[in-house]
Every structure is written in C-alpha cells, then in structure tokens.
C-alpha cells in the first residue's frame, strides 16, 4: 500500500530565497574617450590642479603667498591678513559658493560634478594612470581575468605606487596650506615631521587613493549626497545630457552602406560606446539619472561613432526634458535659458560678490577692542581725580609695523595716560593698559559714556572710536 502524496499546495511550495540589501560592486573599466567635452574636462583639471599644488609655493611680502596658520589666528590670501572676527568674509564666501552651484546646476545641471569636483578630478587622473600602465579598456579586463603572475603583480605594483606617491603629494600639499610648506619639506626630508601634521599627510593621502583608486563611482553614487538633492534645482527647462529617443530607436546594427531608415532602424547603432566611457557605468539611453554625474563623456563618445558612420552628431547632447518630449529646436532650448529662477539667482549672486568686494576693499586695517579692568570700578588719584584702567588692543592687519595714537572724548577734562605713540608689529596684535582721568567736580555718580579712538600716527584716515563707560562714585 502506498503513501499519500503531498498536497499539491504543499509540493509546489518555492524555495526559500533571500534578498541582500547591499549589491556586490561590479568593478568598472571605463573607456577612453576623446572629443570637446574631454577637452574642457581636462583644461579644467590642469587649472585646478596647477592651483592647488602651486599656489603653497608662491611667496608674497617674504611669507607664504597662501597660509592659513591655525596657530596663529592668522589667514594669508596675498595682500590680505584675515583674523578670527573676519568670520563674516568666510560665511559671505559660502554663501557666494552656494549660490553659484545653485545657479550652475539650474542652468546646465551638474557641471560641478562633471568638471570640477575633486572626487571627479582626481578619479580621472587615477584612471589616467591606469590606461597608461594596464592599458586600455580590453587590456585592463584581460588582465584582471588573468591567473596571477610576474607580469600582472609588476604591471598592479607600478600603477598603485605612481597612485600612492600622488596621494602622499596631495596630503602633503593640503597639510602645506596650514604649516608653512617650506618648513613642512624640510621636516619630512628630516624626519621631524610633528604627530598633527603626519597624521594629516598620510589621512588625506589615504582619502585620496582610497576614493580616487577604489571606490571611484561608490562615492558618486552612494556617499555624496549632492546626487539626491540635485533635482530639487532642475526644471523642465535645464540644460542635462539627454538621449535623443526620437531619432535613435528603434535601435540596432547595420552596415554603413544599409538605408537604415528604409529599414525601419534610427540612428543609434546600438554600439554600447556610451556605457563604456562611462565613470558610473550607466546606460544614459535609459533616461536621466541620479547616478549621472553630468562629464558629457557619452556625448563625446557617440559622436566619435556618428563621425565614423556618416551621421550627424547631437543623438546624445546638452537638451531639456521639455525640448526632448516636444521635440523643440536648439534656438528655442537657448531662449528659455534666461528663466525667472535663472534670473533670480544671478542677481543675488551678483548682489552678494559686488557685497563681498566692496566689503574687502573698505575694510579697516585697525581693529580695536575695548575691554575695562573688572579688578578695579575706579580709584581716586593723588590729585583728587577719579581714574578708570583700561585694556586697550589694538589689531594691525598691515603688514608693516604701524605707530598709533589713543585719545578719549566725552566728558569735560579727559586726561588719558599712556605712553604714545603705540607701536603694532606688522601682522600683530598688542594689548595696551590705558588710565583714564577725570575731574568729578560736576558729575554726576554712575556711568557716563565715553569714546576711544585710536588714530594711525603716518596715516590719519586710518582711525577706530569705540565706544565704553566711565564710572564716577
């Protein structure tokens, strides 16, 4: 006698499956490309990366051109000395910063990220080095793929040791814009290099071998939140890379020589030259997406097959969403460029920098601060006088020694004793104690106000009145 079977629910249960929430990174080879885009791309590259290693180099007035010595409270931009209370010029900066990545990412999405952007800068030098040590695209696979050997450890040995040297060089240099990088060169030729300043160099080095030479599109794509804010700033009416739909599909290969119209075929020869030039490895013939990082390479790789097919270039290009779906010519796309958000922004963004220089150019070489002695209230002299002490400091943003001159007004009589002129060091900041007195004869008990004003002795224009109490029993 036989068993009974299994209910048919029972027997036609699935297997048991399991979902990950994290995807096993699929390792990208991006292919070479050349074109336009490429072009700026890389004139944008020299120009950042001449900035940055060079500009620790330059020396102004016999110090450092660009210095931010955290040390000494003191920031070194060229001709101009910053100091802690010039707080605002750095808020004014950001801000100006912000509004420009506004104003920039409306108008023709993320050109931040495609141009500009350290991780993208320093991704394509890596990938730079990489095609000239493995080789290209292909080249590159089959050496992955191949079994270990002499040749493919000396061919990883070379590219990740050229990767390591530039990754110290730019931690030394970054470390270079806060410690004199003079001084810093000769620390490490002599191994003196203090424990901050080691631990910066090979940090940042680390950060970018690490995110330039391994995780690359991961930072792009899962670290850097500017990918999932950036289409709060698109309208239908931003410029993005775009696949042209209408003339492309359907897509499919053909011989040069076929009429591929007659055949039924658009324009896109379904090569697959926009997936592989790709930094993130997406197919932008999919539409938009947050994993784009806007670095035109697919443009300039579609038009390099147009430019070998015969067919006229722009099947992948700078369009709008509301040019693509209705199909608009490039002068109509231009003429919406100037839109009210565009406008909007520009304005504030010329506001604020007209602001921000006009701030620089009449700023005050003199900063004074006032401060009254908490140890004593007042006291009276010898003389009968009644004396307030206070703590005088004077800020000298020039660089050059100045002499100074402090008086005090608001009241009958004012004597003020201190030893003028005062002398300020370039660069430098002095405290003065300074006794004011007065003749109480008529005043009344309390606080009265008064007004310092500290005068540059060779230049008069250059003066500060800050405001203080006087105190009478």
């Avoid at 420009?100 to 108008?107: D, K």
């Avoid at 579609?302 to 067919?311: E, F």
């Avoid at 270039?313 to 779906?325: D, F």
């Avoid at 401060?371 to 020039?398: F, H, K, P, S």
Wanted: aromatic share 12%; glycine share 8%.
């Amino acid at each position: 006698m036989t068993a009974n079977p299994l209910p048919t629910a029972q027997a036609a249960a699935p297997a048991e499956q399991f979902d990950s929430l994290y995807e096993v990174r699929k390792k990208i080879y991006p292919r070479a490309v050349h074109g336009w885009f490429a072009g700026w791309r890389w004139v944008l590259i020299w120009a950042t990366q001449i900035v940055y290693y060079g500009a620790p180099w330059l020396t102004w007035n016999g110090r450092q051109a660009v210095l931010f010595d955290l040390g000494a409270r003191k920031f070194y931009i060229f001709g101009l000395v910053f100091w802690p209370q010039d707080f605002v010029f750095l808020t004014g900066l950001l801000v100006i910063s912000a509004l420009a990545l506004f104003l920039f990412t409306a108008v023709a999405g993320r050109l931040w990220c495609g141009y500009a952007c350290p991780q993208t800068v320093y991704t394509e030098i890596f990938m730079w080095i990489e095609r000239k040590v493995e080789g290209e695209r292909l080249a590159r696979m089959r050496l992955d793929r191949s079994a270990p050997g002499a040749r493919k450890f000396a061919l990883k040995a070379v590219k990740h040791g050229i990767w390591i040297a530039l990754a110290l060089w730019t931690g030394f240099t970054f470390v270079g814009y806060f410690t004199p990088i003079k001084t810093l060169a000769v620390n490490v030729t002599t191994g003196a290099l203090g424990p901050w300043e080691t631990f910066w160099c090979l940090f940042y080095g680390f950060a970018t071998y690490g995110n330039a030479g391994w995780m690359r599109e991961q930072v792009c794509k899962y670290m850097c939140p500017y990918a999932r804010f950036q289409s709060v700033m698109f309208d239908r009416d931003t410029l993005v890379i775009t696949y042209d739909e209408r003339r492309g599909e359907p897509r499919g290969s053909r011989s040069r020589s076929a009429d591929h119209r007659a055949a039924g075929l658009g324009d896109c020869v379904d090569c697959g030259i926009c997936v592989q030039v790709c930094p993130t490895g997406i197919d932008i013939r999919q539409g938009l997406q947050y994993e784009c990082i806007g670095c035109t390479a697919c443009i300039d790789g579609c038009n390099q097959v147009m430019d070998k097919i015969g067919y006229p270039r722009g099947l992948i290009r700078y369009s709008t969403q509301k040019a693509v779906q209705s199909g608009a010519e490039e002068s109509s796309i231009l003429a919406h460029v100037l839109r009210p958000r565009v406008m909007i922004y520009s304005a504030m963004l010329s506001a604020l920098v007209i602001g921000m220089l006009a701030a620089l150019y009449l700023r005050s070489p003199l900063k004074v601060d006032v401060i009254r002695d908490r140890a004593t209230l007042y006291r009276e002299t010898r003389e009968g006088l009644v004396e307030n002490v206070y703590r005088v400091q004077i800020m000298n943003t020039r660089e050059q020694p100045r002499r100074y001159v402090i008086s005090a007004s608001g009241l009958a009589g004012m004597k003020v004793a201190v030893r003028q002129p005062v002398e300020v060091s370039a660069a430098a900041t002095q405290a003065v104690a300074v006794a004011v007195r007065v003749d109480p004869a008529g005043l009344k008990t309390g606080s009265h106000p008064i007004v310092f004003r500290v005068e540059d002795v060779d230049d008069p224009r250059v003066r500060v009145e800050e405001k203080s109490r006087f105190f009478v029993r």
